[in-house]
């Protein structure tokens, strides 16, 4: 029973349940497996704790209850008497009445006093048992009585009767009604919350910032923090009660079945935000204290649109990776007052998804080693046999099997039935090694894992060949996550994931080697997006992972349709592209925007005066050296020069037809003229607005300005267009991105990159997007060439085909997709407390 009682909880279709069972049945565990919110007849502990402690607009009084008030008039002063009563019932009608101005007194059906209170009482309220009942004379003449039955509510039975000596009343029928009210107010409360996603403003109470100067770093700031409970946060959003799973007491998975009650729903506007990543390098390897990256911004903006502005609003985020994590970059919660938190939980696993992308990552490449090894080592009929097994005698083909004999063209069901050349092209996958684009993953910057070899040990018999490893969240199942709309689509997406080649140059998937699943089950969590908060206790989506030089690098799309329509048709979701317009915008278009039919309202363009000089040739910088004194005095000329990435910035958003806004971060080293000189440049080529903010040291409230011109540009005309037609050949796409999007004069591919892209046009993968793994410290493949290189030839060393995700993937140059620990990496910072077990040195 309690088992049913949580498959109801977890059904978005059912509002509300109703118990009916036999008395043995109604223990404590049975009335308190029922959700709170799905409670009609309000015999659980917490409710029956809101109802004594007088909270009348947050419990239910049981039907039973509400029958037997509404049949009892002028309670003031009259004694009641309860025989028989007990449980959540009896507590409840026993409270009611006190409230009445009743008294009231219990008793038990064989207590010897019953005789003596029974003289006494005005009223009698009796709950028999078969046939507990006195005979004539037993009551007082005049007595009103109310008679129940443990099974009051089963409509099968025959509630109450007359006496010569009492005017006895039935409830049962009555108490049925009222449930059946209660169930239909359930029904309203959902219409009720529908309507209000639609068209209210959110009940939500900031948090106020206490605002210190200098600003304190997140650590001795933590006393401050007080983040809100995740169910209070989820309930004043609508989430909570409706498909919210906390991870304990600050953030919360949303189940998907949120964005089906709320398909209906109209969506809020959508906001790009990315950052070239120069503006965020030169934050992140300098001494400065002060954040420049684009998550302070978007949480700053958020902050500005939802506790300074009245305007509903999200951040969607991307989760960070333990590799730059504890490498050179740190984490990734913003910074100052505009931050995620419990920022240590943000950075540091937060619900798990990378580790279960890594894992799911981990046995399909095991999967494909093992699946070769064995039929190196084995007959046809060897082979299918242990693949089709015999169990308790008999022989059957597993559901992920009868796909593959279909797709294979056989029809037959029985494994006996099977000939030989059927039993052979149903066990051999045939794959061949040197075709194998699979790697294993691993969640840390570790250089020595970029080239392996794998099958040493004499257990795998000879079978040795090279790999390698690629971090974490450039897995094509990250960017599965990434893109999915639904666990039926990632389900085959997982399986149309292309790991290798069998020796006839046909591609082998995931679904050939069974295993998707098994990948579905490790992914069923990770696909719900996080629920987390700012500093001031705006909500926040955390979900998919970083990396938009060597992977997708987007948030997700699910918690943008998510908070889409939670933020309701005035409200905004501000989502997180990675780097630059080159890298993470252009990713953003033309593969995320075509999975998730999603268009922006407006870009914003995150820049600081300190890396504009940097662009306008100022000196290098160097990690925990001193800033140079162009970089802390006001030089006009050098950001001048600067300017020439920020207008090639604007010049790449115009291309795809979308209104940008640029958000100047300020520094306290920054002068007014400089400030006016970027802003001024920024509107001259092209941009809606440019506005400098100061959401790092004041929170919200410095990003006000900012918030009043998306808003603005948000209701500019739109004539959004991606970069290029999906029909073009491969090479052409690739060639319109270098030449349109970095400023390269043409591209060159290397032999095995044509050759590869050559296979995948043969093999039908030619109409996908393109998503380009190129160096983020430049527009050119040269990380040292800043500003705006031209004339250069882009070359291709390799491509690579992500089917599942549904994108063509060029490597461009030495690109790696392993990142590399520094000499001083982050970690030497980071401690923890063993007395209070608080994280040090994170950021």
Not at 388 to 413: C, D, E, H, Y
């Amino acid at each position: 029973i309690i088992n049913e009682i949580m498959r109801f909880n977890e059904d978005p279709n059912v509002q509300g349940l109703a118990l009916d069972l036999p008395e043995s049945l109604y223990s404590s565990k049975v009335l308190n497996a029922v959700k709170p919110e799905k409670d009609v007849d309000g015999l659980s502990d917490v409710n029956l704790g809101r109802l004594v402690r007088g909270d009348a607009y947050d419990c239910l009084v049981p039907p039973t209850a509400c029958a037997v008030m509404e049949l009892l008039e002028d309670l003031g002063g009259k004694k009641v008497l309860l025989v028989g009563a007990s449980g959540a019932v009896g507590a409840a009608l026993q409270c009611m009445l006190q409230r009445e101005g009743a008294t009231t007194l219990s008793c038990r059906w064989k207590a010897p006093e019953l005789q003596t209170k029974l003289n006494h009482a005005d009223v009698v309220r009796e709950e028999r048992r078969g046939e507990e009942r006195r005979g004539e004379g037993w009551i007082k003449p005049g007595t009103t009585i109310i008679s129940c039955s443990r099974d009051l509510l089963s409509e099968k039975q025959n509630y109450g009767h007359q006496n010569n000596h009492a005017a006895e009343n039935t409830v049962g029928s009555l108490a049925i009604a009222m449930r059946e009210r209660r169930g239909e107010e359930r029904r309203g409360e959902e219409r009720l919350f529908l309507g209000s996603q639609q068209y209210g403003k959110w009940d939500l109470r900031c948090l106020k910032l206490q605002l210190l100067s200098p600003v304190p770093r997140g650590e001795e700031r933590r006393g401050e923090e007080r983040p809100k409970a995740v169910d209070v946060l989820a309930e004043r959003r609508g989430e909570e009660r409706r498909g919210e799973e906390r991870y304990g007491q600050t953030k919360a998975k949303v189940r998907l079945s949120l964005l089906e009650r709320l398909k209906d729903q109209p969506d809020g506007k959508y906001v790009l935000y990315w950052i070239n990543f120069f503006f965020s390098r030169f934050a992140r390897i300098t001494p400065t204290p002060l954040g420049e990256g684009k998550s302070t911004v978007t949480i700053g903006l958020v902050q500005a649109l939802t506790a300074h502005l009245n305007i509903n609003s999200f951040a969607c985020l991307r989760q960070p990776s333990q590799g730059p994590t504890f490498g050179v970059k740190g984490g990734a919660a913003g910074g100052g007052y505009a931050q995620v938190i419990p920022m240590e939980e943000f950075n540091l696993h937060l619900t798990g998804d990378i580790h279960a992308i890594t894992a799911a990552n981990n046995l399909l490449a095991a999967a494909i080693d093992a699946r070769i090894l064995h039929e190196n080592t084995q007959s046809d009929k060897a082979l299918y046999n242990r693949l089709v097994p015999a169990v308790n005698g008999v022989r059957g083909f597993s559901a992920i099997q009868l796909a593959r004999l279909r797709r294979l063209g056989i029809s037959k069901t029985d494994p006996g039935s099977l000939t030989e050349e059927e039993i052979h092209k149903f066990a051999r996958l045939d794959i061949d090694p040197s075709t194998i684009t699979w790697q294993r993953v691993v969640d840390t910057n570790d250089r020595f894992l970029r080239k392996i070899t794998v099958g040493q040990a004499n257990t795998e018999k000879g079978f040795v060949r090279q790999a390698q490893f690629d971090i974490a969240v450039a897995s094509e199942i990250m960017a599965i996550l990434a893109l999915t709309t639904s666990l039926q689509d990632m389900k085959e997406r997982l399986g149309k994931m292309v790991v290798a080649n069998d020796k006839k140059g046909e591609p082998v998937t995931a679904e050939d080697l069974g295993v998707t699943g098994a990948l579905a089950v490790l992914m069923k969590d990770a696909i719900k997006p996080t629920l987390m908060q700012t500093l001031e206790g705006t909500p926040v989506f955390v979900h998919a992972g970083p990396f938009a030089n060597i992977a997708h690098g987007n948030s997700s799309v699910l918690a943008d349709k998510i908070a889409l329509k939670l933020v309701g048709e005035k409200g905004f979701v501000v989502t997180e592209a990675g780097f630059g317009a080159d890298i993470g915008m252009e990713k953003f278009f033309n593969i995320k925007c075509r999975a998730s039919g999603l268009v922006p309202s407006v870009v914003v363009l995150v820049a600081t005066v300190r890396a504009l000089k940097m662009h306008g040739g100022g000196p290098n910088v160097t990690a925990g050296a001193p800033l140079k004194k162009e970089y802390t005095e006001e030089n006009l000329q050098l950001v001048a020069d600067g300017c020439c990435n920020l207008q090639k910035q604007i010049q790449i958003t115009q291309l795809f037809g979308v209104p940008v806004v640029v958000a100047l971060n300020v520094f306290k080293t920054d002068s007014p003229a400089e400030i006016d000189l970027v802003c001024k440049i920024a509107k001259q080529s092209g941009a809606f607005d440019a506005v400098p903010c100061d959401h790092w040291s004041a929170g919200g409230r410095g990003a006000v300005k900012l918030a009043q011109a998306v808003e603005k540009a948000a209701n500019q005309k739109n004539s959004f267009k991606y970069l290029y037609s999906l029909e073009l050949p491969i090479v052409e796409k690739i060639r319109i991105i270098a030449q349109k999007v970095y400023g390269a004069q043409d591209i060159e591919l290397s032999p095995a990159a044509q050759s590869q892209v050559d296979r995948y046009t043969r093999q039908g993968f030619g109409n996908l997007p393109i998503c380009m793994a190129k160096t983020h410290l430049s527009l050119s493949h040269q990380p040292e060439r800043k500003g705006v290189p031209t004339g250069f030839i882009l070359p291709i060393s390799d491509v690579r085909a992500s089917i599942g995700a549904g994108f063509i993937y060029p490597l461009v140059g030495t690109m790696s997709t392993m990142p590399g620990l520094p000499t001083r990496p982050c970690f030497y910072d980071i401690d923890l407390d063993p007395i209070t077990e608080q994280v040090k040195g994170l950021f």
